[in-house]
């Protein structure tokens, strides 16, 4: 008898676990499949994108790595950001969304174009205590990399070097902002 009711509650404890995964893993399909749930990504509507270098609320940092690893032969692209206030003014509930291009998407593995701090976990950046600035990053494979043809590279380079658009709200505003490629550093 007592080992029927352990098999019973162990069965239990294991079907629980089971539908608390698949319950997560539901989840993580739909944010996929639609960003919204993770980023703060609705620019529906925008016309006015500003240079980033005109913000007077914040200082951008962009950076864009190629990097090979040798023993795999892949090629990896990192896209990484600093976000600073330029002020001396608390910022509350920061969030930021980069977009990238869409001549990119043939070329990177992962599905979205869009990288940042997810939306229901903002943070604040308070003048002289930590956190001083928000990184947002996107690492991705570059798909085919070494087998990229004279005229595949040539489209690689150019989307690389295409303007990125941001999205950056907070408790006093939203701003859209465009990063030029020549404020960008590539390494």
Request: charged fraction near 25%; proline fraction near 6%; aromatic fraction near 8%.
């Amino acid at each position: 008898m007592n080992k029927r009711r352990l098999a019973a509650i162990i069965l239990v404890f294991i079907m629980s676990i089971l539908v608390t995964a698949g319950h997560v893993a539901s989840k993580n399909v739909k944010t996929v499949q639609n960003p919204n749930l993770l980023y703060d990504s609705d620019i529906s509507g925008v016309t006015t994108w500003e240079n980033s270098e005109n913000s007077k609320v914040f200082k951008i940092t962009p950076k864009i790595i190629l990097k090979q690893n040798h023993q795999e032969s892949d090629t990896f692209l990192l896209y990484d950001i600093l976000i600073e206030n330029k002020t001396d003014k608390p910022i509350k509930n920061l969030r930021a969304t980069a977009f990238l291009p869409f001549e990119m998407e043939p070329f990177i593995s992962t599905p979205l174009r869009i990288f940042g701090n997810a939306k229901d976990d903002p943070i604040d950046l308070i003048p002289g205590k930590v956190p001083y600035g928000l990184y947002i990053s996107k690492t991705t494979l570059v798909t085919r990399y070494s087998k990229l043809s004279k005229e595949e590279s040539i489209k690689f380079e150019k989307a690389l070097h295409l303007p990125l658009k941001m999205k950056i709200s907070h408790i006093e505003g939203v701003e859209y902002l465009i990063i030029n490629p020549g404020d960008i550093h590539f390494e």
